[in-house]
Nanobody, 118 residues
Framework: QVQLVESGGGLVQPGGSLRLSCVASGNIFSLYNMGWYRQAPGKQRELVAT???????NYADSVKGRFTISRANAMNTVYLQMNSLKSDDTAVYYC????????????WGQGTQVTVSS
């Protein structure tokens, strides 16, 4: 069973930065594509960024050039660096581990709140 724990959310002013962290319960990155998703009040959960097991990244158009997904293998941690934050970025951010092999479980973290407001 894969467990994910996010941290790093909080209140930040527009134009500010935050770095989210997602710690996995083991060394899973070779078997999982990692992703960050977000869900704003009254909206569906949406993809923010993904990082495949072989290191490829993908970003939602709304965050390209502002957000960066990365990982530290030795620490079993995935990061989401968020710069130039806007009020539209306000949401609960979730970490996801999507298996590359059939039969392995998909996993979600509990979420961390990001609020961008002056």
């Amino acid at each position: 069973q894969v467990q994910l724990v996010e941290s790093g959310g909080g209140l930040v002013q527009p134009g500010g930065s935050l770095r989210l962290s997602c710690v996995a319960s083991g060394n899973i990155f070779s078997l999982y594509n990692m992703g960050w998703y977000r869900q704003a009040p009254g909206k569906q959960r949406e993809l923010v960024a993904t990082l495949t097991n072989n290191g490829r990244t993908n970003y939602a158009d709304s965050v390209k050039g502002r957000f960066t997904i990365s990982r530290a293998n030795a620490m079993n941690t995935v990061y989401l660096q968020m710069n130039s934050l806007k009020s539209d970025d306000t949401a609960v951010y979730y970490c996801n581990a999507a298996p590359v092999l059939v039969g392995l479980p998909n996993a979600w973290g509990q979420g961390t709140q990001v609020t961008v407001s002056s």
